[in-house]
């Protein structure tokens, strides 16, 4: 979407870390999400960070939020192979514009 | 709990064919959502429901229309169906507008 915008491919050595970036237009989003899309299959909720916080860890996940330039991070430590997918960065519901913002995903590949 | 479940999982449709897409969730959840998803892309909002009895446009409504006359159920319809509505069609439901959207499995139509 044009107003959240991902790169679209990464691919890192299993073991590796990966960081899929997003950022957004929208300042007065009060969650940013984080989804997960294996193939063939919806969106799992991974984690989200709450507008007024820089960092949220969460096992192997860690979102780093910098408001000043409006971008959004994921880091996954230690990369394995099952967590090839795509990654969506999203801004939920507003309603006064009658919309949620995806951002067009980023395709992870691990290799092994 | 079964979630957010969506029937059918894969259809063809003619052009200028009708039909309607199911969406049910158990979680007693106020909001849900339509999306598709084009190849490659985010996903867009068709339409939400912030209850029973109240629906809203999101950003590419046409073509489509809901009800929602029940907590649980949100269908799509499709009233003449175009090669333009081939996507993946995703409910979701979420208890407020800032908490996380669960998703169903998605449902794969093609037109043709």
């Known amino acids: 979407g044009e107003d959240v915008e991902q790169s679209l491919f990464l691919s890192v050595r299993e073991g590796d870390s990966s960081v899929i970036n997003c950022t957004y237009t929208d300042s007065s989003s009060t969650y940013l999400y984080w989804y997960k899309q294996e193939p063939g299959a919806g969106l799992q909720l991974l984690t989200y960070i709450f507008s007024n916080m820089d960092m949220k860890q969460d096992q192997r996940l860690t979102v780093l939020l910098n408001k000043k330039d409006k971008h959004l991070s994921l880091r996954i430590a230690d990369t394995q192979t099952g967590d090839s997918a795509i990654y969506f960065c999203?801004?939920?519901?507003?309603?006064?514009?009658?919309?949620?913002?995806f951002g067009d995903g980023t395709t992870l590949t691990v290799k092994p | 709990n079964a979630g957010v479940t969506q029937t059918p999982k894969f259809r063809i449709l003619k052009i200028g064919q009708s039909m309607t897409l199911q969406c049910t969730q158990d979680m007693n959840h106020n909001y849900m959502y339509w999306y598709r998803q084009d190849p490659g892309m985010g996903l867009k909002l068709i339409y939400y429901s912030v209850g029973a009895g109240i629906t809203d446009k999101g950003e590419v409504p046409n073509g489509y229309n809901v009800s929602r006359s029940t907590t649980e159920d949100f269908p799509l319809r499709l009233e003449l169906a175009a090669p333009s509505q081939t996507s993946v069609y995703f409910c979701a439901s979420s208890y407020s507008v800032t908490d996380t959207q669960y998703f169903g499995p998605g449902t794969r139509l093609t037109v043709l």
């Open positions: 999203a801004d939920p519901l507003n309603t006064n514009a009658g919309k949620s913002t």
